[in-house]
């Protein structure tokens, strides 16, 4: 048995933190905010509770199901028929099917043709060896011709990495691609998944089951530092002083972890220093009418500084209200990424009208602003060989995040994969 600190109370913290537990170890989780979840806490949204971050399942996500059934959440996952809509140039259209694409007036048959055959492709591949090195944008312009990037990805990539759009690798966008396109009843039927009462319900359990086991979690109480002596963990810095801990997991953001790290060698900081992250301003409105029937918005209209809007409402039922979740996701540099909770909320209050004028001011019953400093990795081609080993040579550390999961993308479902494995490698 070992004493082992998790620094981070997000869903892939608990997780570590629950299989460390029933692999016998002793374990105390930090957590500098005063709840956990992380990116997958709720908060009360005038009487709805809800994710600060949307948050859907699809059927590839085994190891989040995996944990579910273990902790007795198995029949909390729910099923839901959702759909994509287009929003292009002032019109909104249905997406995201091959009746929808040959119907869409935006592309040609041809460039058609190619897109839908690039979704074929990337839904059946599962070799990701040839992506890695490749950039995204050229992958996708090589397969579906000028056209088709421009209407369907240019602004996507433009809107969610600004400048680093030519550094994102073809293998990790392959992933999200086959992740959403993978998730179908059939060809015709995108499904998607919930948990019952949200992301918080997962969140709720993994708690109750690792005070069960007599771990501990300490709230409000951010690690300052990763003690590091002779090429060995000896445990963490708190406002409580050093604590002492046979082995330590940082499952916080990189950016956040290099900070904490400063006891290693230089060349090796320097590596997780080098990571980009960028941040996200996450919009929620709650409102009287729905925005759309879709799950999903694509958006490519030159009035909308946005790549897309989630209407979360249509996949988990949230009673009578609708919930429209609008992400600008950005570098930390943008100069948006400073602007007040007003400008947001004025911004995406004439979005959400521009796409459905039914929308009157009355309809507008709540809002909130979300913000992350590090929301999403920057995952270039060749990324492995830009990030450090999750065990980076130093005894009883492992340091991970969402980069980890490479090339898949962020999803709770990896981060309970990665769980698993640390936890035992820590056994082993
Ligand atoms: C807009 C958005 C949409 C998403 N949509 C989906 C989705 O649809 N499906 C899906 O599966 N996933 C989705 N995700 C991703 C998912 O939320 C994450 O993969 C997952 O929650 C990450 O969990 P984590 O534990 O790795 O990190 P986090 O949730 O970031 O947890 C890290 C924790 O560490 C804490 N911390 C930071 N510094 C310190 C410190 N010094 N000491 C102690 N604690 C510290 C933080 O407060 C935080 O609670 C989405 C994320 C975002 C932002």
New binding site residues.
């Given amino acids: 048995m070992k004493q082992v600190a998790v ?8 997780a570590t933190a629950y299989f460390l537990q029933q692999q016998g170890h002793q374990v105390t989780v ?4 005063s709840i ?6 709720h908060f009360d949204f005038a009487g709805i509770s809800i994710e600060r ?5 699809c059927k590839a ?1 085994r190891p ?1 199901f995996d944990l579910l059934d273990q902790i007795g959440l198995g029949d909390a996952l729910q099923w839901r028929d959702t759909s994509m809509g287009f929003y292009f140039n002032g019109t909104l259209y249905p997406w995201g099917d091959p009746f929808a694409l040959l119907r869409f007036p935006g592309l040609g048959l041809i460039a058609k043709l190619r897109y839908g055959l690039h979704a074929f492709v990337a839904t059946r591949r599962s070799d990701w060896s040839r992506l890695d090195g490749l950039q995204a944008d050229r992958w996708l312009r090589t397969w579906l011709g000028a056209e088709a990037y421009r209407v369907c990805w240019e602004k996507l990539f433009h809107y969610k990495f600004f400048e680093y759009q030519e550094r994102i690798s073809a293998a990790w966008i392959w992933t999200r691609i086959k992740r959403i396109g993978t998730s179908r009843r059939s060809l015709f039927q995108e499904q998607l998944g919930y948990i019952e009462g949200g ?1 918080e319900t997962l969140i709720r359990r993994l708690v109750e089951r690792i005070d069960d086991q007599g771990g501990t979690i300490h709230l409000g ?4 530092r990763i003690v590091i002596a002779d090429g060995a963990v000896t445990g963490v810095l708190t406002h409580d002083g050093h604590q002492p801990f046979d082995a330590v997991i940082s ?3 990189i950016p ?1 972890a290099a900070a ?1 790290l400063t006891d290693l060698p230089p060349a090796l900081l320097a590596r997780y220093q080098a990571l980009p992250n960028i941040g ?1 301003v ?1 919009v929620v409105h709650k409102l009287r009418k729905p925005l759309t029937s879709h799950f999903w918005l694509n958006i490519n209209d030159p009035r909308f500084e946005i790549p897309g809007v989630v209407e979360f409402s249509n996949l988990r039922p949230t009673g009578t209200d609708h919930i429209v ?1 609008v ?1 600008y996701y950005m570098p930390q540099t943008h100069p948006k990424f400073t602007w007040t909770d007003a400008r947001f909320l004025d911004e995406t209050r004439r979005y959400l009208q521009l796409l459905n004028p039914d929308l009157s001011a009355n309809d507008f019953l709540a809002a909130r602003v979300g913000r ?1 400093r590090y ?2 990795p920057v995952c270039g081609p060749g990324f492995l060989k830009d990030l450090p080993p999750l065990t980076p040579g130093i005894a009883g550390l492992q340091v991970a ?2 980069s980890y999961y490479y090339p898949e993308d ?6 309970v994969r990665l769980a698993r494995a640390m936890a035992d490698a820590v056994h082993d």
């Fill in positions: 620094i981070g109370a997000g869903a892939m913290g608990l930090f957590e500098s905010d956990p979840g992380g990116m997958a806490a971050f949307y948050h859907f399942v996500d989040l992301s109480t951010p690690v300052q499952t916080i953001a956040y904490l996200v996450c979740y992400p992350l929301a999403q995040d969402t962020r999803g709770i479902a990896e981060g």
